[in-house]
């Protein structure tokens, strides 16, 4: 860790010469793009754009995750310095990450607001490029997944989450933060027998085929045998990875908007997480950040943590195939 470049590196998100390798600038100074990368339209030779979605429509309780994408980004100030501990790998040196800026849509026009995201997306992956995207509420995961399918076929999801968001909504001009995952599964976007939702915890009739792994028996059933059924559950279709925070109990990430007792602590996560190196991950977000219910900041520093988790995954499946 070179900290003595400190004295001289500082706003890299501006001023590196290179998509690839470590930051040295003070974690508490310059320009805090997603883990230092650097800030850029130009998508020539990137293998993974990281967006921000600063979008909040709705949420069941409390409002505020639009502000999730910049506190993530603050938090992950604290990440750049070394490779991903526990991975085995390099995924900032071997990668062109970039921090590709958020979203930019009219907030008063919320009806075209689907269309303008799908369109986002899109475009980075035309470009060759992965997503991995900061929200936002989860109402986000839809849109995104309309452009992945777009490139892969219906998609297999992994979607760590509180709440199924499969509630029954055949609206499908209602953006719900709530129904997106039904939507997905209804137009075709996700194959549920090749889907999984890990850490529900609320009620719901009808989960459309997909397979659950409830918060209850994470805790019975210990993170290796998690990992084991997921795998099996995914095999080696492609998969995009959507991780709602409030998966994690409140204790450990209390800014978000629909908090649930009973959640996964962030070392199941983190382990989770870990062990899934091997699916084919094409994609990913994290969402529902809600910084204005967190002055510890917790819940961002997990977000963080969650979408450079994703792009390790990325990173495995991309090169070690």
Same mark, same amino acid.
């Given at each position: 860790?070179?900290?003595?470049?400190?004295?001289?590196?500082?706003?890299?998100?501006?001023?590196?010469?290179?998509?690839?390798?470590?930051?040295?600038?003070?974690?508490?100074?310059?320009?805090?793009?997603?883990?230092?990368?650097?800030?850029?339209?130009?998508?020539?030779?990137?293998?993974?754009?990281?967006?921000?979605?600063?979008?909040?429509?709705?949420?069941?309780?409390?409002?505020?995750?639009?502000?999730?994408?910049?506190?993530?980004?603050?938090?992950?100030?604290?990440?750049?310095?070394?490779?991903?501990?526990?991975? @085995?790998?390099? %995924?900032?040196?071997?990668?062109?990450? !970039? =921090?590709?800026? &958020?979203? +930019? *849509?009219?907030?008063?026009?919320?009806?075209?607001?689907?269309?303008?995201?799908?369109?986002?997306?899109?475009?980075?992956?035309?470009?060759?490029?992965?997503?991995?995207?900061?929200?936002?509420?989860?109402?986000?995961?839809?849109?995104?997944?309309?452009?992945?399918?777009?490139?892969?076929?219906?998609?297999?999801?992994?979607?760590?989450?509180?709440?199924?968001?499969?509630?029954?909504?055949?609206?499908?001009?209602?953006?719900?933060?709530?129904?997106?995952?039904?939507?997905?599964?209804?137009?075709?976007?996700?194959?549920?027998?090749?889907?999984?939702?890990?850490?529900?915890?609320?009620?719901?009739?009808?989960?459309?085929?997909?397979?659950?792994?409830?918060?209850?028996?994470?805790?019975?059933?210990?993170?290796?045998?998690?990992?084991?059924?997921?795998?099996?559950?995914? @095999?080696?279709? %492609?998969?995009?990875?959507?991780?709602? !925070? =409030?998966?994690? &109990?409140? +204790? *450990?990430?209390?800014?978000?908007?629909?908090?649930?007792?009973?959640?996964?602590?962030?070392?199941?996560?983190?382990?989770?997480?870990?062990?899934?190196?091997?699916?084919?991950?094409?994609?990913?977000?994290?969402?529902?950040?809600?910084?204005?219910?967190?002055?510890?900041?917790?819940?961002?520093?997990?977000?963080?943590?969650?979408?450079?988790?994703?792009?390790?995954?990325?990173?495995?499946?991309?090169?070690?195939?």
């Amino acid at each position: 860790m070179a900290l003595e470049d400190a004295k001289n590196e500082v706003d890299t998100a501006f001023t590196r010469k290179s998509p690839r390798g470590y930051a040295f600038e003070n974690a508490f100074a310059g320009a805090t793009s997603f883990l230092r990368r650097t800030y850029t339209k130009d998508l020539t030779g990137v293998d993974v754009a990281v967006t921000g979605v600063p979008f909040d429509q709705a949420v069941t309780h409390r409002t505020g995750t639009r502000f999730g994408p910049r506190a993530i980004r603050e938090a992950s100030s604290l990440q750049p310095y070394d490779p991903p501990q526990g991975w @085995g790998t390099d %995924p900032l040196e071997d990668l062109a990450v !970039i =921090d590709y800026g &958020d979203l +930019a *849509f009219d907030y008063a026009k919320v009806a075209d607001f689907p269309d303008r995201l799908t369109d986002h997306i899109r475009t980075i992956l035309d470009a060759g490029a992965a997503s991995i995207t900061l929200g936002g509420d989860h109402f986000i995961t839809w849109p995104i997944l309309k452009a992945y399918a777009e490139k892969f076929g219906p998609m297999s999801v992994i979607h760590f989450d509180a709440h199924s968001d499969l509630w029954a909504d055949d609206d499908l001009t209602r953006i719900d933060h709530g129904t997106m995952m039904y939507k997905a599964v209804r137009t075709g976007l996700v194959d549920p027998k090749r889907s999984v939702q890990i850490g529900i915890r609320t009620f719901c009739d009808d989960y459309l085929g997909m397979n659950v792994i409830d918060a209850r028996e994470c805790h019975e059933i210990g993170v290796a045998r998690i990992v084991e059924k997921v795998k099996a559950i995914v @095999g080696d279709h %492609p998969v995009y990875l959507t991780f709602d !925070i =409030d998966a994690l &109990d409140p +204790a *450990f990430a209390p800014g978000t908007g629909t908090p649930v007792w009973g959640g996964l602590a962030s070392w199941q996560a983190a382990a989770i997480l870990r062990d899934l190196a091997g699916v084919n991950l094409v994609g990913g977000d994290v969402v529902e950040v809600s910084p204005p219910y967190d002055t510890t900041g917790a819940t961002a520093i997990a977000g963080a943590h969650v979408a450079y988790e994703i792009l390790c995954l990325h990173h495995w499946a991309k090169t070690r195939r």
